[in-house]
């Protein structure tokens, strides 16, 4: 599994701003070292987040619901998340207004894992 690092996240990040406009700056560093640490915890020694879906979605909605960065949050966690997908060997099919709309569901209805991860699923092969 290719995990997304700190260095990454903070440049998907500045180019979301860059590319569509908005304020650059994370709000605390730790929610984005806690981001790139949670599709990889374990419980009992065991992986909680066991697909690759499962994974992104983590990203997304972390990203999503913490804000981490002072603006951006939505744009910057399901790119992150999409980018985790395809770095593992998928690829999203799902178009640009349908991906919007989802990370505008995610931060306001607050889905669960398990739905993020499915919807995920659904627009990638």
């Not at 806690?34 to 065991?46: D, L, N, R, Y």
Request: hydrophobic content about 40%; aromatic content about 10%.
């Amino acid at each position: 599994m290719i995990y997304l690092d700190e260095e990454e996240i903070l440049f998907i990040h500045n180019r979301m701003i860059e590319s569509y406009g908005g304020s650059h700056g994370s709000r605390d560093l730790q929610r984005i070292k806690s981001v790139v640490q949670a599709p990889k915890q374990e419980v009992f020694g065991e992986e909680q987040y066991k697909t690759v879906f499962e994974k992104a979605a983590v990203y997304a909605r972390n990203i999503i619901s913490d804000h981490p960065f002072v603006d951006g949050n939505k744009r910057t966690g399901i790119t992150a998340a999409l980018i985790f997908i395809e770095k593992n060997g998928y690829k999203v099919t799902a178009k640009l207004g349908e991906i919007e709309d989802f990370a505008v569901y995610v931060a306001t209805k607050k889905p669960s894992i398990e739905e993020i991860a499915k919807w995920l699923k659904t627009h990638s092969k």
